[in-house]
T-cell receptor
Framework: DAGVIQSPRHEVTEMGQEVTLRCKPI?????LFWYRQTMMRGLELLIY????????DSGMPEDRFSAKMPNASFSTLKIQPSEPRDSAVYFC????????????FGPGTRLTVL | AQSVTQLGSHVSVSEGALVLLRCNYS??????LFWYVQYPNQGLQLLLK??????LVKGINGFEAEFKKSETSFHLTKPSAHMSDAAEYFC????????????????FGKGTHLIIQP
């Protein structure tokens, strides 16, 4: 298996622009998680899905952030409008329902908002 | 509510020496505990996990960790450090089967950067 795939790997944008991050989970996995990693706050869970349905989005920092999972093999995290404080590494992870806590992480997207 | 505290943001050991990375947790339910490793510019890779079976857990790359409920600890050890062990290590906790019947995501510590001296 190719593992969790994220794109782009790096994104540089200007404040106010819309940013879309993409994730393809491991085939057959039931859960999908979005995390954000910053020096100040470490790794934070933003939102997670079970069978394409958002279960907990309490970690989404603001209404500027939104996430969707239109099918079992694709998810997006969108920031609109972006701000410099959104600069971080965003990770996607997925897991099986039988062992949901054992999560497999993608390589991350490094976002820089100027 | 759960939390993880990793003591020491940076740990430096000599090649061949014992590696000890400390992790203490707080959880209102019996926890599941994890150690992940992150190499530069890469995602997180699972090293090992404790899910209420044996308290001494063996993982990949010669690492192991011991769950001590009385000390609320889950320290990571390796008898002999190798240069390739240099990376960032994260301890994480989840509520496991008590998390409402499904996954509730992982709560991570701030990480410990392991430096290996030649």
């Amino acid at each position: 298996d190719a593992g969790v795939i994220q794109s782009p790997r790096h994104e540089v944008t200007e404040m106010g622009q819309e940013v879309t991050l993409r994730c393809k989970p491991i085939s057959g996995h039931d859960y999908l998680f979005w995390y954000r990693q910053t020096m100040m706050r470490g790794l934070e869970l933003l939102i997670y899905f079970n069978n394409n349905v958002p279960i907990d989005d309490s970690g989404m920092p603001e209404d500027r952030f939104s996430a969707k999972m239109p099918n079992a093999s694709f998810s997006t995290l969108k920031i609109q409008p972006s701000e410099p404080r959104d600069s971080a590494v965003y990770f996607c992870a997925s897991s099986w329902a039988s062992i949901p806590d054992t999560q497999y992480f993608g390589p991350g997207t490094r976002l820089t908002v100027l | 509510a759960q939390s993880v505290t990793q003591l020491g943001s940076h740990v430096s050991v000599s090649e061949g020496a014992l590696v000890l990375l400390r992790c203490n947790y707080s959880s209102s339910v019996p926890p599941y505990l994890f150690w992940y490793v992150q190499y530069p510019n890469q995602g997180l890779q699972l090293l090992l996990k404790y899910t209420s079976a044996a308290t001494l857990v063996k993982g990949i790359n010669g690492f192991e960790a011991e769950f001590k409920k009385s000390e609320t600890s889950f320290h990571l050890t390796k008898p002999s450090a190798h240069m390739s062990d240099a990376a960032e290590y994260f301890c994480a906790v989840s509520g496991g089967p008590y998390s409402g019947g499904g996954a509730d995501g992982l709560t991570f510590g701030k990480g410990t950067h392991l430096i290996i001296q030649p």
